[in-house]
């Protein structure tokens, strides 16, 4: 019995982080593109980069969230209500902040970078912050009691390498030319690759 209700304690919270994960990367995507139209900006995401998007940061670190190994401590918290729903208060706030703190960083660095350059080479940057954050806060959403510094990666080593390749993948777009026509972005160096990088590690520290 006991061994059942911690493997369903574990069950619980893989869907849940889940959920929130994509919930909140769905929210930053909404906003930063609602930001930009209210405001009369060009759009900062193209249909391609939406769908690279949803295949990158969605899918596969959603699928090794959903798998994530069951916290040592999670016998040590108090049964949860039946009335209790998955979506509560907590959840709610954690999909907020996060989504807007990434749709905020990402607008950020498109406004600053029209200013500086070309519409399509803003694109590239906002969609490279887009891309990193995504997969940066994937570490920050496997526990919703402990920081993010404190868990072990190697405990969800197809998350560690999904989030590797993805981000290899994301870097490439903007160094090889066949994938940059491919997805229709501009090259980016890899000194700006790097502060892009950490602009877009805020979401998973706050989270």
């Given at each position: 019995i006991v061994a059942a209700v911690e493997e369903g304690r574990g069950i619980y919270d893989n869907i849940r982080k889940t959920l929130q994960y994509l919930?909140?990367?769905?929210?930053?995507e909404l906003l930063l593109m609602t930001i930009c139209v209210v405001v009369g900006l060009p759009s900062p995401l193209l249909p391609i980069h939406l769908l690279w998007i949803n295949l990158v940061?969605?899918?596969?670190?959603?699928?090794?969230?959903a798998t994530d190994q069951i916290d040592a401590d999670v016998m040590n918290r108090r049964p949860r209500s039946r009335a209790e729903s998955i979506t509560d208060h907590g959840f709610l706030r954690t999909m907020i902040v996060t989504g807007s703190l990434t749709a905020a960083i990402t607008f950020l660095v498109f406004f600053v970078m029209l200013r500086t350059a070309t519409t399509d080479q803003a694109r590239s940057y906002?969609?490279?912050?887009?891309?990193?954050a995504e997969l940066l806060r994937a570490f920050g959403a496997?526990?919703?009691?402990k920081p993010v510094w404190k868990i072990s990666l190697w405990t969800n080593r197809n998350l560690l390498l999904v989030i590797a390749v993805s981000?290899?993948?994301?870097?490439a777009s903007q160094q090889n030319p066949m994938l940059g026509r491919l997805l229709r972005t501009s090259s980016i160096p890899l000194t700006d690759c790097l502060v892009l990088l950490a602009i877009a590690a805020l979401p998973m520290f706050v989270l």
């Open positions: 919930l909140a990367g769905s929210t930053g940061t969605d899918g596969l670190p959603a699928l090794c969230l906002a969609f490279a912050t887009l891309v990193f496997r526990s919703e009691t981000f290899l993948l994301q870097i």
